[in-house]
């Protein structure tokens, strides 16, 4: 651990302790606020350390031309390199958050932001013992009374359905703080009676509660000025390594594909573990090719690497198949689309 007010010189890193040992360390000392993942990319191209320069040039981004946002930590970091020194006062930025609801996104975005410095002062949710629970996890506060919102907070997060934004917008006021729902279908408007103020700050990723280590989650942001913009954009860098401006259209778009993607697949392959119980098969022995068939998406396009009898036509398998599906009708006719499409998409 780099201690406070330790001197790190530059060019013996590398010779007690791994390179990416002492940027781990930085990267935490530096408040990770906007910073760290940008950071942590541009040290490493070619092997070359260009540290102060670079950290200068994050933080001037951050904090110089970003909007002001409240701080609390002021540290003096000094670095040597190439056999002078120079000391940087660097201010490290956090938000005080208000998060509305409790399901998968409001966990998600709970642990996030505590884990990178951010103080979650209140969670509200109109399930009492809900708001207790995630507000018991994160150090703060909880409400089950919108009434009783903490009326002090940088950012406001409606993690809430898109039912419930509809119903936020007709009972909750906030004048001009910022207001942002993280729904991917949901326009901008949606939230235009509860503030002048307001984005979105949409996770591109299926989450779940349950799961403890989130896989990067992409972001996409929108917002209804350029200030709320900064400060939402200085928000979602600290979290995430992948942050994207989006139009409300653009991001419904993008949500539609989410679900092709994953909703749609997910569904299949439960589809064929129902199968596999129902023949006393074991599911088991398809988690290879389930796991080549993602792998192999990281290095090829998709169109280039479709398989199956769908693709050459063999007719005579397909027909078996749909024999073995007659007693589902359902899934007989899932199995025809999908491989109509196929031959189609790739026949054009």
Not at 50 to 66: A, E, W
Not at 83 to 100: A, E, F, P, R
């Amino acid at each position: 651990m780099v201690k406070d007010n330790e001197t790190i010189n530059i060019a013996n890193i590398g010779k007690k302790r791994p390179i990416a040992h002492y940027l781990g360390e930085m990267i935490f000392r530096l408040g990770r606020c906007g910073a760290g993942w940008q950071f942590w990319k541009r040290e490493l191209p070619g092997g070359q350390i260009h540290l102060v320069d670079t950290i200068v040039f994050i933080f001037g981004n951050v904090c110089k031309n970003g909007p002001p946002i409240k701080s609390r930590i002021l540290e003096k970091v000094i670095f040597l390199y190439g056999g002078w020194q120079t000391g940087i006062n660097l201010k490290l930025i956090t938000m005080d958050i208000v998060i509305v609801g409790t399901g998968n996104v409001a966990h998600c975005f709970g642990q996030l932001l505590k884990i990178h410095g951010h103080q979650v002062k209140q969670v509200v949710s109109r399930q009492l013992e809900h708001a207790r629970e995630l507000g018991e996890m994160l150090n703060a506060a909880y409400t089950n009374d919108l009434q009783d919102i903490n009326m002090d907070a940088d950012i406001y997060l409606l993690a809430v359905s898109d039912t419930a934004i509809s119903e936020l917008n007709d009972e909750l006021r906030l004048g001009k703080r910022i207001v942002t729902h993280t729904a991917g279908a949901v326009p901008l408007s949606a939230i235009s009676r509860i503030s002048s103020n307001t984005g979105v700050l949409y996770p591109l990723q299926s989450i779940r509660k349950e799961i403890k280590s989130y896989p990067p989650i992409p972001v996409m942001l929108e917002a209804s000025s350029d200030e709320v913009l900064r400060r939402l954009q200085a928000l979602a860098q600290s979290i995430s390594g992948s942050v994207t401006v989006t139009t409300s259209a653009q991001r419904l778009k993008y949500h539609l594909t989410a679900v092709l993607c994953n909703n749609f697949t997910n569904h299949l392959i439960a589809q064929a573990k129902a199968y596999c119980e129902a023949e006393q098969l074991d599911f088991n022995l398809l988690q290879p090719i389930i796991k080549e068939t993602f792998d192999r998406l990281e290095k090829y396009p998709p169109e280039t690497v479709q398989t199956g009898p769908a693709l050459r036509q063999d007719e005579a398998t397909m027909q078996l198949h749909r024999q073995l599906l007659a007693g589902n009708e359902y899934l007989q006719l899932v199995y025809q689309v999908m491989s109509d499409a196929i031959y189609q998409f790739h026949n054009k």
